[in-house]
């Protein structure tokens, strides 16, 4: 899979947001959003795309939002772009594979994190603290052991720049105190099924964020959800307690960036032909080992 999209122009279609790998459009009452394969890291863009990444976000987005319908409903309309309303079908070649066509949400303002394990800034906060957004946790954990149960460790969506943990009485303050309990309660159920779909697959569901809106008075599950870009997806069988893990995440585009002396400020800096290509290769591992599909 050689092509790479790091930018749509959907000329006539109004684009209502950029972020660091998402485009959307305003399509009606309803949003268009479009992955493409741009990939951050530090919070800073880089400048190539990862070939294919777009597709295999959106095809495992699918796959969850199928698998989890019956627990929770979500914000896809269809991902068929002969479905989509003029002149979409006409951008093909940008859309095919990458793009949603989804209900208009009103987005409560918190991440809502799930953590069976601790792990990248739950360990930061563990060690400094013995606690994680707040939640008190048994002396003595190493770096990404099993926790007791699975915690939800919601985080404050920032402008810009990286989300910041909060505790749950701060998201009751945010977002009010029954709606934090349902989210609270939807994030650790759906992260629970996924998490069992992961463990029968031979990977590990460390933790993951997910993003919930209203729409019609409904709660929906929307943008992506559990990708390799909001999930830590490790191997069951090269699981060892006692440090960092291997992943199937971005976290190898992290580690190459960790040895290069850079201030982790813009412009990052290019990424080696070998990492792009084994970076494609985790994001296509871990769809097919999840899903069983190809891409």
């Not at 660091?20 to 479009?34: E, F, H, M, P």
């Not at 699918?62 to 989890?68: I, K, R, V």
Request: proline residues 7%; aromatic residues 8%; hydrophobic residues 40%.
């Amino acid at each position: 899979m050689s092509d790479v999209i790091t930018t749509t122009t959907l000329p006539g279609v109004e684009r209502v947001a950029s972020g660091k790998v998402r485009d959307v459009y305003a399509v009606g009452s309803d949003l268009l959003i479009v992955a493409t394969d741009r990939i951050s890291a530090f919070d800073c863009v880089l400048p190539q795309g990862i070939p294919g990444k777009g597709r295999v976000l959106t095809q495992m987005s699918l796959f969850w939002f199928d698998f989890l319908r019956d627990a929770v409903p979500n914000h896809v309309i269809t991902a068929d772009v002969d479905a989509f309303p003029a002149p979409l079908p006409s951008f093909r070649d940008q859309l095919e594979g990458r793009s949603m066509l989804v209900k208009r949400c009103r987005m409560e303002p918190v991440e809502c994190v799930a953590r069976g394990y601790v792990s990248g800034s739950g360990w930061k906060d563990y060690r400094g603290t013995g606690a994680i957004c707040g939640i008190v946790l048994p002396a003595g954990l190493q770096e990404s052991e099993r926790l007791p149960e699975p915690i939800f460790t919601p985080a404050d969506k920032a402008e810009s720049g990286h989300d910041e943990n909060i505790t749950f009485e701060a998201a009751e303050k945010a977002v009010g105190r029954q709606t934090a309990a349902l989210l609270r309660d939807l994030t650790l159920r759906v992260y629970a099924r996924a998490a069992a779909h992961a463990e029968s697959r031979g990977i590990i569901l460390a933790d993951t964020k997910f993003e919930f809106g209203w729409h019609g008075g409904v709660l929906l599950l929307a943008d992506e959800v559990l990708t390799p870009d909001s999930s830590r997806f490790w191997p069951r069988d090269e699981y060892r307690a006692g440090g960092p893990q291997k992943s199937f995440d971005k976290q190898f585009v992290r580690d190459y960036l960790e040895t290069l002396h850079w201030d982790k400020q813009p412009p990052a800096p290019p990424l080696p032909r070998d990492v792009i290509e084994k970076t494609a290769e985790k994001y296509r591992e871990a769809y097919t080992r999840l899903t069983g599909g190809i891409l």
